[in-house]
């Protein structure tokens, strides 16, 4: 049942907004993990960033896509908790920081044992638009005693300018999606953010609507 | 439903078969060169494929459909434009009005008023913009931000509703009827991109203006003006109302038109350091890189068609 609910939301509401209100330049698409268990790491600058990149998946494999999303937003209220846990089939994390890692990284390692596909925006909130905030280390605490679970790096842009923080106005708008190469397994939680850090730029470099006169 | 006048679905059987012979073509190279990679020469007549059936389709349904699909193609050149050119965070409301006259001029092209359509953009548009720009209130880089907007809405709306309004035109050519029109304009300004590509190839020399374009050359241009003149001349009497000689100078006018069309496209692609406005047609790029020529075009065939028959 929730499965259909999903399907049905992304095929009547989501996929004609992602590509004909909007529209992807989407770039390296062969990149993107087919699979699960698997970890995507991408910018975030909109609320429109996860349902882009859920609308990257065929409709039959959406309840595998599972966004990680902070349960002080999405489970702030009755409507939006249903909404973000049934429509979007969000993992809610606690972003206050008072649990244990084990605790808190729970719903991810279930979702991730399961064989699911989860979306990350590891820098944490969606900032000042179509702006590189600084990444934070959480991503390292669900990857790195996993063997099975890699990070591909995804860079998208113009998605700011569509919808960003504060704003109801959906403006139409093209946005570049750059999905790079999985990352090689990290050592260290430094070592994990600076190359997730380092292929953001380096992707940047293939969006053609960012460009300055 | 399906009454297409005889000499505009001869055309669109001619295209087809153009078309067809395309793909045969590609099929026998691919076979001939199996080592050679055609990916690129595949996704571009794939794209023809889908681009002609969409409007063909849109063509024979009804005029109305053939106005909602420019609106749609409008819509979709608008927004590459606002993409890829840089405009101001505080601007997304006066882009939204932006998009808000594309409904609006396609309407008044759909009643046939010939009077506000041509200054609903050029005017009203022009002056609304900036006030809704000054409501919000950023000062910063105001100029370059007006400047792009009303340019952008100039060129990917009001220039290209310009081809639908050819079909609601009262019809003097009865063979050819309003498609005809389209089919001749859409049809010209495309065979002259190809035109001039090939005679560039066979016999290019000097180039024309190497900063912009640097595979552009004056063989090419002129051997492609010529051609397009010539074919014009003979297949404007058949799908236009016009006559052998104008319909000369209407080839001329299509075939330099779109030259610089082009060209202008590619300054502005230059000028962003980007290769293509986009990846929604596999194979040619964005929808600004296809209707580069025919923004320029379709106006100034309008008009002169609209001086010389009405």
């Not at chain 1, 087919?34 to 990257?56: C, E, F, K, R």
């Not at chain 1, 008072?98 to 969606?126: N, T, Y």
Request: contains cysteine; proline residues 5%.
């Amino acid at each position: 049942m929730d499965r259909l609910l999903k399907i049905l939301f992304f095929a009547v509401i989501v996929r004609p907004i992602v590509f004909i209100v909007l529209g992807l330049n989407l770039r390296g698409k062969q990149n993107l993990p087919q699979q699960g268990p698997a970890m995507i790491a991408a910018n975030h600058n909109s609320h429109l960033d996860t349902l882009v990149l859920m609308s990257l998946y065929p409709l039959s494999k959406l309840h595998r896509v599972r966004p990680v999303a902070a349960a002080d937003y999405f489970l702030k209220n009755r409507f939006l908790s249903w909404f973000a846990l049934n429509c979007i089939g969000i993992i809610p994390i606690s972003r206050a920081g008072r649990q244990r890692k084990a605790e808190l990284f729970a719903g991810c390692h279930q979702a991730l044992d399961q064989g699911d596909i989860l979306i990350l925006f590891p820098e944490g909130s969606r900032g000042n638009p179509e702006e590189l905030s600084e990444i934070k280390r959480g991503i390292y605490h669900i990857v790195h005693d996993r063997t099975d679970t890699r990070v591909t790096p995804v860079m998208m842009h113009g998605l700011g300018r569509a919808l960003p923080r504060g704003e109801a106005l959906l403006v139409p708008f093209n946005c570049d999606v750059i999905i790079g190469n999985e990352l090689p397994e990290a050592e260290t939680a430094e070592q994990l953010v600076n190359g997730i850090k380092e292929s953001f730029l380096e992707l940047q470099k293939y969006c053609i609507t960012c460009r300055q006169v | 439903m399906f009454n297409i006048p005889p000499h505009s679905f001869y055309a669109m059987l001619v295209v087809l078969g153009l078309l067809l012979t395309a793909s045969t073509s590609r099929l026998i190279l691919a076979r001939r060169k199996p080592d050679k990679d055609y990916t690129e020469l595949r996704q571009r007549i794939q794209s023809w494929w889908w681009m002609i059936g969409i409007l063909f389709v849109c063509l024979v349904i009804s005029p109305t459909a053939a106005i909602i699909l420019f609106a749609f193609i409008s819509f979709l050149a608008l927004k590459e434009f606002f993409s890829i050119v840089p405009t101001r965070q505080a601007d997304r409301r006066v882009l939204f009005w932006a998009y808000v006259s594309i409904p609006i001029q396609y309407y008044l092209v759909s009643i046939g008023w010939y009077g506000m359509f041509i200054i609903f953009i050029p005017v009203y548009v022009f002056l609304l913009l900036p006030m809704r720009m000054v409501l919000i209130g950023e000062t910063k880089g105001f100029i370059h931000s007006a400047g792009t907007i009303h340019w952008a809405v100039m060129l990917t709306v009001f220039c290209i509703s310009h081809i639908a309004y050819l079909l609601v035109l009262p019809i003097e050519n009865p063979e050819a009827g309003s498609i005809g029109l389209v089919i001749f304009l859409l049809f010209m300004t495309q065979f002259n991109d190809v035109c001039q590509y090939i005679w560039g190839k066979l016999l290019g020399k000097h180039k024309i203006i190497p900063k912009v374009s640097p595979n552009k050359t004056w063989e090419g241009f002129l051997g492609g003006v010529l051609t397009i003149a010539l074919v014009s001349g003979f297949l404007g009497p058949y799908l236009t109302p016009l006559t052998f000689r104008f319909s000369l100078l209407a080839g001329l006018l299509i075939s330099c038109s779109g030259f610089i069309g082009d060209v202008v496209i590619s300054s502005l692609k230059r000028d962003l350091e980007i290769k293509d406005s986009g990846t929604l047609i596999p194979g040619h790029g964005g929808i600004l890189d296809r209707c580069d020529s025919l923004m320029f075009t379709s106006p100034l065939f309008f008009h002169f068609l609209y001086y010389v028959n009405y």
